[in-house]
């Protein structure tokens, strides 16, 4: 019930006293209202915005947050108020809605944050009255459109194949998507080349060029070079053939394929020719033969898989079909009603042009685009006022849809820019989510050796450092450590050991290797490649720590290190450092994966993180390096 | 030459062209002049402020902070300050979906309405809460009376009798158990005329009905049910 009933409720109970003196049984008792009867002020605290307003303007919705008990687990007993760290701007909308009854969506909110927010008191968007919430329906509409692309984007062409893709999808892949490869790339500038030579050999075959000795006409170039036209022709239709059906033999569904645009214009593209081959050289069918060789030119439209504009285009022309279809008919209408009058208008004059209503077609449609030939021209008075009438009139009936049309031009070529630009920033979202993972595995692999290093006093300066969440963390991977009795290692490290051991590891780890960041870790086996830039074993029994992947984070910690640079390293083993110099370093970003701190200092920690190579230390290695001490190995 | 057929239409399309462009501009008026609409520039809203807080302590027998709690309600639901028949009757309607209250609502509407304006003022409203709620019994039986007395004659006759409780019944709707006869109410108004018509003269006086109620336990019991309301 709406926040006013609420109000006349005592009135209508009141107002039942007249059935008292009717009522044929006798009536049940009344509740009891245990709650204190008057009414008070209460004082709502939102992030320092304070807000008052009477209980019973709240008690009025029950079910939302401020309405209910709930909001007693905001009451700050101090300051004797009820304190919510939220946004206050948005919180006078939803006081307003307790007010007046009506919730209001604000124009210049962004649609998410006011989502969360009624969410939080909640409220139910349904409740948004009608005024606003027309708005609110598109705003949200459009919001969740633009995540679908998003979501689209991101599981888009642009990710790696996995590794056991077979070859005819690796083809379909490098026709679609020609940065992939650059094979696919040369194919795509080769084709694109050879449909160019095509069209301008078609175009430039019927100059006239200087006719040959011996005759005075000119004559077209394309017979006068007749076999050399022939057999660029030849070569161009045999590069088609041939891309066709790879794309044919590619293509994950054949029917499909076929059924598609692309595919009907590559045909129809190329089959002009192989007519030609197959036709005999008689004249009856030389005429159609001429004929045919029109369809050559649809060779241009193959340009669309080239050219995104083109696509959009075409794109826009569909998404259009109602303006346009309107368009055509109005025009049609336009025309039929014209033609009649400017035909019975010019019938009795003498030599006039306008023969019949078809006829008189082409004048209406001539004036109407206000082209104006000159080829028909009304002389009767009657046929020059409607003539000018409809040139008036063609100029309206055109220029009405048009900017329907561009309009959903506009709209979907800015649905493509932003589509693109959401492809770049998020290949950028996802380096920096990998570089905070890095860095978070180095935080906690660093921890370790200074735990490991000192115990107690020799922590206590680099404590200092990190913050009480990060040490929370620490604690909480060691924890896990401690529960399974492995440790946790980094990629090299791992790889290392997996060269010096036994064989009796590689069945253990075949997953764990493949590192999900990229396509660089071209191992599927045991050992990476890189890893045969050894280290000297200073520990007797190594143990390998293999962090068993079960938790999300824990994947992370085989990462990829190809963007530390050689010499730091090098640089750095060279010196004696003391270990509890290399507390200093304030930048470790220690952030979980949700969290997009910047992770740029991360190639800034290398230098320290490498300390002293004292024998016996767990120590994280992260490129290469000559000399690194290695973790113990344990098995289970 | 004279003119053609065609000719004159071309003739006739252009003049019928000048005059629709002549009527845009507002250039010529068509011969028929009639009222423009000033009509919405009169003012709308007919306000009303309610008498000093003081007077109506003095007219009820709520308390000052009752008052004002009641009209902050009210100003809130009503911000013009009177409430006209049809809002009273979508109110009220609201709070028996099943069935149709509109009936019951006017003969209530007129029971408030003292000086049949037409419209609820504040006075209006907190005056009958304040009989209904905070009255003696005798205020409010005479309340229940004067509601049932639809021309406020001083006397309820057998039809007025009718009319009201059809019009409760009606408000029940059609779903009940067991379902609402359609003789229903007319039985129940026989009983109330057998009990409430002493003298048997076919309607009801003032006094006939106080002194019956009075003597009714089961009434003077109930009459007590809605004090704690507000």
Wanted: proline share 5%; with cysteine.
């Amino acid at each position: 019930m709406a926040a006013g009933v609420a109000t006349w409720l005592p009135f209508a109970r009141a107002a039942a006293v007249g059935w008292l003196p009717l009522a044929k049984k006798t009536m049940p008792k009344p509740p009891v209202d245990k709650s204190s009867r008057s009414d008070e002020i209460l004082y709502v605290n939102v992030s320092g915005v304070r807000f008052q307003t009477w209980k019973n303007t709240l008690d009025r919705y029950p079910d939302t947050l401020l309405g209910s008990s709930e909001k007693e687990f905001f009451y700050n007993e101090d300051t004797q108020e009820f304190f919510f760290d939220r946004d206050p701007e948005m919180f006078r909308h939803i006081l307003n809605f307790y007010r007046t009854g009506k919730l209001h969506y604000p124009r210049h909110e962004c649609i998410q944050a006011f989502d969360e927010e009624l969410a939080f008191y909640g409220i139910v968007p349904e409740i948004i009255g009608d005024c606003c919430m027309e708005e609110y329906r598109d705003r949200k509409k459009e919001n969740q459109e633009r995540l679908a692309e998003d979501t689209e984007a991101n599981e888009g062409m642009d990710a790696p194949l996995p590794p056991d893709s077979t070859s005819r999808e690796r083809l379909w892949r490098a026709f679609e998507n020609p940065h992939t490869s650059t094979m696919a790339l040369v194919f795509y500038y080769v084709t694109g080349f050879f449909i160019a030579v095509s069209v301008i050999a078609n175009v430039v075959e019927t100059v006239p060029c200087r006719p040959p000795k011996g005759s005075v006409n000119d004559l077209p170039c394309g017979e006068k070079f007749g076999l050399a036209f022939f057999c660029m022709d030849t070569a161009c239709v045999l590069i088609f053939t041939f891309e066709y059906l790879m794309r044919l033999f590619a293509a994950p569904s054949r029917c499909k394929f076929m059924r598609s645009v692309m595919s009907v214009i590559d045909v129809v593209a190329i089959m002009p020719y192989y007519i030609g081959l197959v036709m005999p050289e008689n004249e009856d069918v030389s005429g159609a033969f001429v004929t045919l060789r029109v369809f050559r030119v649809f060779r241009i439209f193959k340009f669309s898989r080239h050219s995104q504009g083109l696509r959009i285009l075409g794109y826009t022309l569909k998404s259009c079909a109602s303006e346009l279809g309107f368009l055509l008919f109005s025009l049609t209408m336009a025309i039929i009603i014209f033609a009649t009058v400017m035909f019975y208008a010019e019938k009795g004059t003498k030599g006039s042009t306008f023969t019949s209503i078809p006829a008189s077609f082409w004048y209406t449609i001539v004036t109407m685009t206000t082209l104006g030939y000159g080829d028909m021209v009304p002389n009767t008075i009657a046929g020059k006022i409607f003539g000018s009438i409809c040139s008036l009139s063609g100029v309206l009936v055109i220029a009405l849809p048009v900017p329907v049309i561009v309009s959903n031009f506009s709209r979907i070529y800015h649905q493509n820019q932003r589509a693109d630009k959401m492809r770049a920033q998020q290949k950028v979202r996802m380096a920096r989510i990998r570089m905070a993972k890095k860095g978070t595995t180095n935080a906690f692999l660093q921890y370790k050796e200074d735990r490991g290093i000192g115990d107690g006093d020799s922590t206590a300066l680099c404590v200092k450092n990190k913050s009480a969440f990060e040490h929370q963390h620490h604690h909480l991977l060691h924890c896990l450590e401690k529960t399974t009795n492995h440790e946790f290692t980094d990629e090299i490290n791992y790889s290392e050991l997996c060269m010096t051991e036994s064989v009796g590891f590689r069945t253990s780890r075949s997953t764990s290797l493949s590192s999900h960041q990229g396509a660089q870790n071209n191992s599927t086996g045991c050992c990476p490649r890189r890893a045969r830039r050894r280290a000297a074993m200073r520990l007797a029994n190594s143990t390998v720590s293999v962090s068993r992947g079960s938790v999300q984070e824990l994947d992370t910690l085989h990462f990829k290190t190809t963007s530390i640079p050689p010499q730091t390293r090098s640089s750095l083993n060279a010196q004696c450092v003391n270990l509890k110099l290399n507390c200093g370093n304030p930048d470790y970003t220690a952030a979980i994966i949700s969290i997009p701190t910047p992770p740029s200092n991360t190639p800034d920690e290398s230098p320290p993180l490498s300390p002293v190579p004292i024998p016996g230390i767990l120590r994280n290695t992260r490129a290469t390096a000559y000399t690194h001490d290695t973790v113990k190995v344990s098995s289970l | 030459m004279g003119l053609d057929g065609m000719e004159v239409i071309a003739i006739v399309v252009v003049v019928g062209l000048f005059y629709v462009v002549l009527k845009q501009f507002g250039i010529w008026e068509p011969l028929s002049l009639e009222e423009s609409n000033d009509g919405d520039l009169e003012l709308s809203m007919v306000r009303h402020q309610p008498e000093g807080l003081d007077q109506l302590q003095v007219q009820t027998k709520f308390t000052r902070k009752e008052l004002q709690s009641l009209y902050r309600g009210f100003k809130n639901e009503c911000p013009s300050g009177l409430v006209d028949e049809e809002t009273f009757k979508t109110i009220y309607s609201q709070f028996f979906p099943q069935g149709d209250a509109t009936t019951y609502a006017h003969f209530l509407f007129n029971a408030f309405d003292m000086d049949r304006s037409g419209s609820i003022r504040f006075e209006d409203f907190v005056i009958g809460l304040s009989v209904l709620l905070r009255g003696s019994v005798t205020e409010k039986l005479r309340w229940a009376f004067n509601l049932y007395d639809i021309n406020k004659d001083g006397y309820v006759t057998k039809e007025e009798m009718l009319a009201i409780m059809t019009s409760i019944y009606d408000m029940m709707g059609r779903y009940t158990l067991p379902s609402v006869r359609d003789d229903s109410p007319f039985d129940h108004v026989e009983k109330f005329f057998q009990k409430m018509d002493r003298n048997r003269d076919g309607v009801v006086t003032i006094d006939e009905f106080i002194e019956t109620c009075q003597k009714d336990e089961s009434i003077m019991a109930s009459m007590q049910l809605f004090e704690n309301v507000i």
